[in-house]
């Protein structure tokens, strides 16, 4: 068999159609992490204004986070609300397709 005709026969045996799906799962997850890193480090921000507005550390907004002002406190807590309310709206229209799976997460 030819080079040509064995690169082809791997092409379609790959499945082309398929070579969106891996990116789109990856982007997927990385839009939806977002979500986390917000309830995670913002309301971490919110409890920890004390000791980051000491902190030398914190003037790097994309390494270390910053002491975030007072009067953002209540915003990024409503939107820590929020989010967290999303990503248990998308939990549960999963549940219904497969209830085992979310017992299982539950307990």
């Known amino acids: 068999m030819s080079l040509p005709k064995q690169l082809a026969l791997l092409v379609s045996v790959s499945r082309p159609l398929s070579w969106v799906v891996a990116p789109a799962i ?10 986390y890193e917000l309830v995670a480090f913002g309301v971490n921000d919110v409890y920890d204004y004390t000791s980051d507005s000491q ?3 914190k003037t790097s907004q ?4 910053t002491a975030l002002d007072q009067h953002h406190h209540r915003y990024v807590l409503l939107a820590a609300k929020i989010s967290t309310a999303l990503v248990l709206l998308i939990t549960f229209s999963s549940w219904r397709k497969s ?6 997460i539950v307990a």
């Not at 990856?26 to 979500?35: A, D, E, P, R």
Request: hydrophobic share 30%.
């Open 26 to 35: 990856w982007f997927s997850g990385l839009i939806h992490s977002g979500k």
């Open 99 to 104: 209830s085992e799976l979310f017992s299982c």
């Open 62 to 65: 994309w390494t270390d986070g």
């Open 55 to 57: 902190n030398r550390r």
